[in-house]
């Protein structure tokens, strides 16, 4: 059996749901990310967001690759290019975190309809956030909370799964396929404007979590909004990308995460 493990804004190993329920069972796994001119021409589209995007990439495949596996590329509408392998691999399986975004949910629908003709089962899962029940977080009456002491109470007692950390080793990929190449951001028609870029990956997010939870912290609160202090976790970009958890890293913060 061959899955495919359709990558997006989760660009990591540990603690994966997605990537967990994908090779389990599998004799191939086809993990795969496709550039989408949608996405990449679009107005939050930039030189600096792009290398970051590449450097997480970049370092995923070495991830990947160091278990077994590889990371595949494709160019294109992923509601063209995810079939289209699909077909190509034989798969029986079609794996991804969720998204909640209204881009993302159409998105997602479009790609689910073209694999349902060949039969290719669709399986959508948690990993992008905290909690995976968004929908919990509503008052009695079905609504989104106004008023922030009672979201924080919902917010607080809300149930959450554990983390796990990175598989040892994965399936390879299909004997054959063509894995693809990342592009160059000059390929992009992009260019670097950031003189000291902060580098992106999985391990340089591991790094940078360390650091912030062993760290010096407990002024926090205060330091984070002067822009004269390194008194930020520097975290944003890569809970973005998905290069961290944000359960693992709610996880390993403990009660602290609801004080900061």
């Not at 679009?42 to 690759?65: A, I, K, M, V």
């Not at 077909?87 to 881009?103: I, L, P, Y």
């Not at 002491?149 to 054959?176: D, E, M, V």
Request: charged share 30%.
């Amino acid at each position: 059996m061959t899955a495919i493990l359709w990558l997006r804004r989760d660009l990591r190993v540990h603690d994966h749901p997605a990537l967990e329920a994908a090779r389990e069972g599998s004799d191939h796994l086809v993990p795969v990310f496709c550039f989408d001119e949608r996405l990449l021409r679009g107005r939050h589209t930039s030189g600096p967001r792009t290398q970051f995007l590449l450097e997480c990439l970049t370092d995923l495949d070495r991830s990947l690759t160091a278990r077994g596996s590889r990371l595949v590329v494709r160019h294109g509408r992923p509601e063209e290019e995810i079939p289209a392998l699909a077909r190509e691999v034989k798969a029986s399986s079609m794996h991804f975190s969720g998204d909640v975004s209204g881009f993302a949910r159409a998105r997602d629908a479009r790609v689910a309809a073209a694999l349902e003709p060949a039969g290719v089962a669709v399986h959508e899962h948690p990993g992008l956030f905290v909690i995976d029940d968004l929908d919990g977080l509503r008052t009695t009456e079905g609504q989104p909370y106004t008023v922030f002491t009672p979201f924080h109470r919902a917010w607080t007692s809300a149930r959450r799964r554990r983390a796990h950390g990175a598989p040892r080793s994965l399936p390879p990929l299909p004997r054959g396929l063509a894995a693809g190449d990342l592009p160059r951001l000059g390929a992009l028609r992009l260019r670097q404007e950031v003189e000291e870029p902060q580098p992106g990956g999985e391990h340089r997010a591991r790094a940078a979590m360390r650091t912030f939870l062993s760290g010096p912290n407990g002024g926090y609160a205060e330091k984070r909004d002067l822009v004269g202090e390194p008194g930020t976790s520097r975290l944003s970009p890569y809970l973005h990308f998905g290069c961290l958890s944000p359960r693992e890293l709610e996880e390993r913060a403990g009660d602290a995460a609801f004080r900061r």
